[in-house]
């Protein structure tokens, strides 16, 4: 059956009707729940692709002599110079799509062929996930409550660019969010508003920065701090300053797994025990796309899969979310060859998380003091039950939720 917005979208192409192309580009973009939009010139024609669920895929191909006027509109929408095209610009368009407020982040790009441009998109009527709809289970479930309830420390989530790092500190400010707590925020951009949390946009051009809004910040009697991201030490000492002066401090950082992100924090030149002293827990997150549940299909892993399956099980500690009984005669789920009308022929519909926790025990304390390489400090977490991304992402692929493929290609390994 054809899709009504896509045969909207190819109409008002036919007839050259801009505004009603860049309607209709978005309709279907928040039909598929896309989160960008790419809108690429290239030599002879203009392409569009959506980011669903973390792949980028075609849409469609319109004529390139469209391309000028579509991309002067939505700089106008946008507030941007319309006579300015030799310089990348940033705006942002709040409009309304079937009555559902959407936020959109524009970014524009010089090109040989022409201005690129990439929308990311924001539906505003989604609600930020609850705790339990992260895909924290069992021990990390656990330990994420534990640590989150402290009155003071430090929290930091890592992982890539999209891998859901923000959407993790929101559900745990939403968790947190009651009229005797003073919440406060420093992000850029600011991706969702939430009633009851003093949100402040960061604004380096103008020379207020994350250190800037942290240092504010302990002049306005926060219980909860959450900083957009760490980047730098100025930044880090600051927010150990605030988690041992008594707030609970959350925030981001860019790397790959829960062990690095000490390695990155001692490489700040952060003394290490202070670095002991202020953060509770790390975790390290990715986003796996969630097989269609109308079209999977069961099979017996290969020889090779099972193998890897038992590698990376072999120094597992029971957890009681986790059937065990998986493990002894696994069966792995692949999607749909051509998937179904549920996923739109995709086989995923939806992600969930894989999570690394690593809780800062006095045994891992004691391995960072004494100058560990990371690599021990990974074998100290395990022992003490800690699950990797990567057994996390194979306990939920042995469940059904995912595919051994979608887990090692998020892992690289």
């Known amino acids: 059956m054809p899709n009504e917005k896509l045969q909207k979208l190819q109409e008002s192409i036919v007839i050259g009707n801009v505004p009603m192309i860049i309607e209709s580009m978005m309709a279907l973009a928040l039909e598929k729940s896309a989160s960008d939009i790419h809108i690429e010139p290239h030599k002879s024609t203009v392409q569009l692709r959506y980011r669903v669920d973390g792949v980028l895929g075609v849409v469609l191909e319109y004529p390139l002599n469209l391309h000028p006027a579509l991309v002067s509109k939505i700089k106008i929408m946008s507030n941007l110079k319309i006579d300015e095209s030799r310089i990348p610009q940033d705006g942002r368009i709040t409009t309304f799509i079937e009555n559902i407020e959407v936020d959109l982040r524009v970014s ?51 992982g890539p660019t999209g891998s859901g790092k923000t959407t993790t500190m929101y559900a745990a400010m939403g968790y947190l969010n009651t009229p005797e707590k003073n919440i406060m925020t420093f992000e850029d951009p600011i991706e969702n508003q939430m009633e009851g949390l003093n949100q402040s946009q960061i604004r380096s051009d103008i020379g207020y920065t994350f250190a800037n809004g942290l240092r504010t910040a302990l002049r306005q009697d926060p219980d909860i701090i959450m900083v957009g991201e760490i980047r730098d030490r100025e930044t880090i000492d600051i927010a150990i300053e605030a988690s041992l002066t008594g707030h609970l401090v959350l925030s981001t950082i860019h790397t790959n797994s829960a062990v690095e992100t000490i390695t990155r924090i001692l ?3 952060v003394p290490d025990f202070l670095l002991v002293a202020s953060v509770n827990l790390i975790i390290a997150q ?10 999977k299909v069961a099979r017996p ?12 099980f072999n120094s597992f500690t029971p957890d009681q979310s986790f059937d065990m009984a998986l493990l002894n005669d696994p069966i792995m789920y692949e999607p749909a060859s051509d998937g179904c009308e549920h996923c739109d022929n995709l086989g995923y519909k939806g992600r969930i998380g894989i999570y690394e926790v690593l809780r800062m025990s006095e045994k891992v304390k004691k391995g960072i003091l004494e100058g560990l ?20 992402g194979l306990m939920k692929a042995l469940q059904g939720q995912t595919s051994l493929e979608e887990v090692y290609k998020l892992i690289k390994r």
């Open 108 to 158: 524009t790009l010089p090109t040989s062929a022409g201005e690129k441009i990439v929308m990311r998109m924001i539906d505003k009527s989604k609600k930020i996930p609850s705790v339990e709809h992260l895909g924290l289970v069992g021990y990390n479930y656990k330990l994420f409550l534990d640590s989150i309830t402290q009155p003071n420390g430090i929290i930091l989530t890592s």
């Open 267 to 269: 490489n700040m030149k």
């Open 286 to 295: 990715r986003l796996a796309r969630k097989l269609c549940d109308h079209c």
């Open 301 to 312: 892993p290969s020889a090779d899969a099972q193998k890897r399956i038992q590698e990376a």
């Open 373 to 392: 390489p990371g690599f021990e400090i990974q074998r100290i977490a395990s022992e003490e039950g800690m699950l990797t991304l990567e057994q996390d």
